[in-house]
């Protein structure tokens, strides 16, 4: 059953905090899983496996001892192991002096350094697997490119395509070749924008000419959550046929309109299934990732646009699926630790760093879209959680993990009274960060 689905999805608080709170628990439950299972495989003993903080509401111990539970708050969770006097892992001096050698090698605090490395480490791992996992389960189920110009299906459009079919290889644009996808992408760079195309296709071994609108038209192929076209109503398969009474032909005409618009508002007339309606939005300036590194600050709408048609595409093999998912991870990781640099220097705007109710009202509009969209959402807040928590600062997976090199390093970890100033400054770090995000929340439009 789709729970999300009972609620009116008109964007209200309380559908973005149901939202909110299944995507959280999901993430929640594999970074704690991942602690838990490997920890239990490196010998540590969990002594609870808890989803939320606060009153239990509902409970059970396991066949090993480990009290599971889900508590009251759903803001987090944490597994206690043995010999942890709190939630953060901090050393219960009274319980670890009275064990034994035996019983000591079994808590967090008196297992080998290899133990509770791969244990701390394993929550931001199991992170990324998931979002791993879910971008290959995407593109097992979506297919990918076979790297040629051919249709694999067509989608409505205002000016007629009735000459096309599934299975067409695009060979020519006006005449200029396009032996590949590639050829065929790099073609549209250079066409000037018109109502209609002329095109070569081959069909059963022959070829033959047919006419159709621009190949890169003014189609919405998906809406941003939170965006300016997303709050205009602006939905999948619209497509733009006039930007304030100029007619427009190409998304390329509808990007210089949108960059060149200064945030005034722009009346779009928007076509769909025979229909045309009109369409007040007000771009908004946003900082975009480059390809080469860095960020650029445009005016946007919040759509991306695709051909007349889908490419005909091949399922891909698992490994190659899972190895796509990957550099999806790598490059989420790379653009958001850019975002976070150039946050800090001052480059690009502090609103960039949202808190819990902008990831709240994202997630309500991500599951707005549908359950893919609110998936591929899970994914991407699944990579960034893991690559927060491996961030080096005390309370942190990754501030544990610079306390055990330092052990690696020494021999020794650091003394008590450091390691309570350090996870003290940590705490402070991180309850500052907090407040930052907060203030952004509310103040950032």
Not at 176 to 193: D, M, Q
């Amino acid at each position: 059953m789709d729970i999300l689905g009972l609620l009116p999805s008109s964007g209200g608080v309380l559908y973005q905090a149901v939202a909110f709170i299944i995507a959280l628990s999901i993430i929640v439950t594999v970074h704690e899983y991942g602690h838990y299972i490997v920890g239990r495989i490196s010998g540590i003993k969990a002594e609870v496996f808890s989803l939320g903080f606060g009153p239990t509401l509902i409970s059970a111990h396991d066949r090993h001892g480990t009290l599971w539970r889900i508590a009251l708050l759903p803001l987090g969770g944490y597994v206690r192991f043995a010999g942890d006097s709190d939630a953060a892992s901090g050393r219960d001096d009274g319980s670890m002096d009275q064990m034994t050698p035996e019983e000591r090698r079994h808590t967090m605090h008196g297992a080998p350094l290899w133990a509770r490395a791969a244990t701390v480490l394993a929550g931001p791992m199991f992170n990324f697997m998931l979002s791993a996992l879910i971008f290959a389960g995407f593109f097992l189920y979506q297919g990918v490119p076979t790297g040629n110009a051919v249709i694999g299906s067509l989608h409505p459009m205002p000016v007629s395509e009735q000459g096309f079919q599934p299975g067409d290889r695009i060979v020519a644009v006006n005449g200029t070749p396009t032996s590949t996808g590639a050829a065929f992408a790099a073609v549209i760079e250079t066409l000037k924008p018109s109502p209609q195309v002329t095109y070569e296709v081959t069909r059963d071994g022959k070829s033959r000419q047919v006419t159709g609108p621009f190949p890169l038209p003014p189609y919405v192929a998906a809406v941003s959550p939170l965006s300016a076209a997303s709050e205009a109503g602006l939905d999948h398969g619209d497509v733009i046929t006039a930007v304030d009474g100029k007619p427009i032909y190409a998304f390329s005409q509808l990007q210089d309109l949108v960059s060149n618009s200064d945030g005034k508002p722009l009346t779009l007339d928007v076509w769909k299934d025979g229909k045309t309606r009109a369409v007040t939005l007000t771009p908004r300036r946003t900082d975009l990732p480059k390809p080469g590194g860095g960020f650029e600050t445009r005016w946007l709408m919040g759509i991306s646009g695709g051909y007349f048609f889908d490419l005909q595409s091949r399922t891909p093999g698992v490994i190659e699926a899972l190895g796509l998912g990957t550099e999806q991870i790598w490059y989420t990781a790379k653009t958001s630790l850019s975002a976070l640099w150039h946050v800090a220097t001052g480059s690009i705007s502090s609103c960039n760093l949202r808190g819990p109710i902008g990831i709240a009202e994202t997630s309500g509009a991500a599951a707005a879209q549908g359950l893919s969209s609110f998936i591929w959402f899970i994914a991407l807040l699944s990579a960034a959680v893991g690559i927060l928590n491996l961030f080096p600062v005390p309370v942190l997976d990754g501030g544990h993990l610079v306390f055990h090199l330092w052990e690696a390093i020494t021999g020794h970890p650091p003394s008590e009274k450091a390691l309570r100033l350090l996870m003290g400054g940590g705490l402070v770090i991180i309850l500052a960060l907090m407040a930052f995000a907060l203030t952004n929340d509310v103040t950032c439009p």
